[in-house]
């Protein structure tokens, strides 16, 4: 019988995508069959499913943790923020509609069925699963017609731990409010929790895990420090970037516009843990710094939308000036198409049917399509003539005489398009900066040593170093239970 645990946090961000990740490599190290599971994500950093659909990329990083091919029913409900309160909807893989928040929490007891129909799949020829919740089950306004955390883990009967982030301050009232607050057969669900993101001496939390035992009844399964091997995974939220706003030092400076929808932004870490890149996110309101080498516009879950941000923070005109100055720009998916002439959207696919100006840095114009275009794929670099591997997933459908200069060969078709003067370029295709050779020579472009970066075979060592630190410091007789 295939055994099963679900990591619920006491809030957003606590870490539970990386102790999934920890538990999954951790199992398979030990040489079981496990898989992850999350009945509901919402992010914008999406990734393309060895079987074909589109899927959180935390969840396609637990499956490389797990050692096994990812599946769109490994994250059967997928919700795209297009605006402040309306989402896209992904089931099993593929788009179902669109719906705003009051919508949406309608139309969730609906997908409870396909959630379980993913589980089962999951669950198949499986030792463990584990199971990440979204949010918090704490959030009693949101329990009725929840696929997300209790009301998945009642339906499945997946016994749940709590993760507290005791870095944030007031982990002790966040588990005992939790406990005071869910009603009484969800309370009956947990069986324990972990304390995550502790600094210091761990004896010093003794008496708090006292305090909860005594208010609660929970066990405490560990107590796990800050993983500093984390950092060398990808994030899968855009939180994150709060705190990577400034830049490590190096000798080629890269900027990074931070838009309200942007997507697929883990393109960017393996340039991120190159050594000689000083790369760093602009937040709105302050300019995109004139020693910038190379500005990069990545992915946008809203193109038209995040443009207009763009213009709003007069980065439009600092862009201008960065290639004027003899800088370089590089777009990825919608910051390929913010680099047109024009963008149309005449089905109103991201809201209002509409054609906007483009920052006019390349000659090609976009056209938002009804089709998505959702798939792995085996690239060239045209500029470097170098293998690539990566995936597309994008609305649109770009033309003009700039695609004579393509940078890249996606599955033998030649994809994007360069300016005249060679200083700006856009693709489809995303994973470009995960090749090493690619990025290697890119760098020696700007007259910097790259490749000293082994990008897979470091995250690959980090999902080892964050199994060994979680069998150090989780409890050994609840890993027994659930690993023997």
């Known amino acids: 019988m295939t055994k099963a645990i679900m990591l619920q946090g006491t809030g957003s961000d606590v870490g539970k995508t990386i102790l999934v990740a920890g538990l999954c490599r951790l199992a398979s190290n030990r040489g079981l069959k496990v898989a992850p599971f999350k009945p509901q ?85 499986r030792d463990l699963v584990i199971v990440e919740g979204a949010g918090s089950p704490a959030e009693i306004n949101l329990r009725a017609g929840d696929i997300a955390n209790m009301g998945f883990a009642t339906r499945a009967e997946v016994p749940v731990v709590l993760v507290g982030d005791i870095d944030r301050g007031g982990v002790i009232a966040s588990l005992v409010g939790t406990h005071t607050i869910l009603p009484e057969e969800d309370r009956q669900q947990i069986s324990g929790y972990i304390i995550n993101k502790f600094r210091g001496d761990v004896t010093l939390f003794d008496e708090g895990i006292s305090a909860i035992g005594g208010f609660t009844g929970w066990p405490c399964f560990g107590v796990v420090p800050w993983l500093k091997a984390a950092s060398r995974l990808p994030a899968e939220d855009s939180v994150v970037l709060e705190r990577m706003v400034r830049g490590q030092g190096g000798a080629l400076k890269i900027a990074v516009p931070v838009l309200s929808r942007i997507a697929n932004f883990d393109d960017l870490d393996p340039l991120r843990l190159e050594p000689e890149v000083d790369l760093v996110f602009v937040r709105g309101g302050d300019p995109l710094p004139s020693d910038a080498g190379l500005v990069i516009l990545p992915g946008s879950k809203s193109t038209i939308g995040d443009l207009a941000e763009l213009r709003a923070n007069g980065w439009d005109r600092d862009l201008a000036r960065h290639v004027r100055r003899g800088g370089r720009v590089i777009g990825i998916c919608g910051g390929y198409q913010m680099l047109g002439r024009t963008v149309a959207d005449p089905l109103g696919l991201e809201g209002e049917p509409v054609t906007v100006e483009g920052l006019g840095l390349l000659d090609v114009d976009t056209v938002m399509a009804a089709e998505k275009t959702v798939r792995n794929s085996v690239a060239r670099s045209l500029d470097y003539d170098v293998a690539l591997t990566g995936y597309e997933i994008h609305l649109g459908v770009t033309e003009g005489p700039d695609q004579a200069r393509a940078p890249v060969a996606i599955d033998g078709r030649p994809d994007g398009a360069g300016s005249a003067d060679g200083r700006v370029a856009g693709t489809y295709l995303h994973g470009l900066f995960s090749s090493d050779a690619y990025r290697q020579r890119l760098l020696e472009s700007f007259g910097i040593v790259g490749g000293g970066v082994d990008y897979r075979a470091l995250v690959d060592a980090a999902l080892d170093d964050v199994a060994a630190e979680l069998e150090s410091h989780l409890s050994a007789d609840w890993l027994k239970s659930l690993l023997d």
Not at 50 to 67: H, P
Not at 93 to 118: E, H, I, T, W
């Open 41 to 125: 994500n919402m992010s914008n950093n999406a990734a393309v499913s060895d079987d074909g659909g589109e899927i959180g990329r935390a969840q396609w990083l637990q499956a490389l943790a797990a050692r096994i091919p990812s599946s769109v029913h490994m994250n059967p409900v997928l919700l795209k923020p297009q605006t402040e309160t309306g989402s896209q909807i992904i089931v099993q893989g593929r788009v179902f509609g669109q719906a705003k928040g009051r919508d949406y929490q309608r139309l969730k007891p609906q997908l409870m069925d396909a959630v379980l129909d993913s589980y089962r799949q999951v669950a198949d020829g």
